[in-house]
Nanobody
Framework: QLQLVESGGGLVRPGESLRLSCTAS????????IGWFRQAPGKEHEGISC????????KYADSVKGRFTVSRHNANNTVYLLMNNLKPEDTATYYC????????????????WGQGTPVTVTV
């Protein structure tokens, strides 16, 4: 059964860190670029990071550049998103998605999405 499962979300204070994981089952992750997206209540879906299938290319939205780092460990079929210096505006549900085509911060190239993991940043 094909699955992408996000984990690692939670409730943190501003300035703290979280590491999200995106683990694949039912297919081999190393054939795909993986994107990270988020959606906050009442806001549009936002592409925040992606990593190519080999890990040689990474991209970040301006809103997270310098604070978030995407990486992958293909042997574990997992992609990670390390989120440092979290801010209240990072509060959202975070999703990962796979693409055969390319690493992109828009949703078009992605054909399968996980169910999301919530992140709440609050004092």
């Amino acid at each position: 059964q094909l699955q992408l499962v996000e984990s690692g979300g939670g409730l943190v204070r501003p300035g703290e860190s979280l590491r999200l994981s995106c683990t694949a089952s039912g297919f081999t992750l190393d054939a795909y670029a993986i994107g990270w997206f988020r959606q906050a209540p009442g806001k549009e879906h936002e592409g925040i990071s992606c990593i190519s299938s080999t890990g040689s290319t990474t991209k970040y939205a301006d809103s997270v550049k310098g604070r978030f780092t995407v990486s992958r460990h293909n042997a574990n079929n997992t992609v990670y998103l390390l989120m440092n210096n979290l801010k209240p505006e990072d509060t959202a549900t975070y999703y990962c998605a796979r693409s055969r085509i390319l690493c992109s911060l828009v949703g078009g190239p992605y054909d399968y999405w996980g169910q999301g993991t919530p992140v709440t940043v609050t004092v």
